[in-house]
């Protein structure tokens, strides 16, 4: 069966410092792969998709940029980190249905 | 995607079934209703999504209208593990690049 991990599942970090989150998905080949945001208190906001390797798409132009090194790897960085890059971060994968990990909280001091 | 409209919250009494309605007018031939849900500090979680027929899992049943401008999420046995908010989005179906936009959804508190 297909699995997703994403870690780490909770960071503090100061402002200027640099992010990096990553999410591995087992168990299929070329999924579909997101990173999505979710602000305290706010929706689900969608923030980058790949649909293979070295194939990113940004969807919110922000401080933030995803990497697909390899087929099942999706990483999320940012050089800067800055306050309102804080939030719960969520990576997913789909193949007709689109599946979420654990998600990471950012919190930017 | 076509958009949706769902109640901000419900409340259900445990052992009940729980009727989440969702409202998408605007949904076209080709899309898709899905519902997930999301405990407080978790990722969604799959629930259900259908195109016109009615769907049943071990979680749930969606009942589409016929015109398909409506849809419900029945949880046939509330438990207090239930409570959660609970989101209708109607998207084509994920493959290449289909992206879900969340909307607030419905927060539903089970009680006892």
């Known amino acids: 069966s297909q699995t997703i991990h994403q870690w780490p599942a909770t960071l503090v970090q100061p402002v200027g410092s640099p992010l990096s989150l990553e999410c591995t998905v087992e168990g299929t080949s070329n999924p579909n792969l997101y990173w999505y945001r979710q602000a305290a208190g706010r929706g689900l906001q969608l923030l980058f998709y790949?649909?293979?390797?070295?194939?990113i798409s940004s969807e919110v132009p922000q401080n933030l940029s995803a990497s697909r090194p390899q087929d099942r790897q999706f990483i999320l960085s940012s050089k800067k980190l800055l306050l309102s890059d804080s939030g719960f971060y969520l990576c997913?994968?789909?193949?007709?249905?689109?599946?979420f990990g654990e998600g990471s909280w950012l919190t930017v001091v | 995607d076509a958009k949706t409209t769902q109640p901000t919250s419900m409340d259900c009494a445990e052992g009940r079934a729980a009727n989440l309605p969702c409202n998408h007018s605007?949904?076209?031939?080709?899309?898709?209703v899905y519902w997930y849900r999301q405990i407080h500090s978790q990722g969604p979680q799959y629930i259900i999504h259908g195109l016109k027929n009615n769907e049943t899992n071990e979680m749930a049943s969606l009942i589409i209208t016929e015109d398909r401008k409506s849809s419900t999420l029945i949880l046939p046995h509330a438990t207090l593990r239930d409570t959660a908010v609970y989101y209708c989005i109607v998207s084509r179906r994920t493959g290449t690049a289909s992206k879900l936009t969340f909307g607030t959804g419905t927060r539903l508190q089970v009680t006892l």
């Open positions: 790949s649909v293979g390797i070295g194939q």
């Open positions: 997913a994968w789909s193949e007709n249905t689109i599946y």
């Open positions: 605007t949904i076209s031939g080709n899309e898709y």
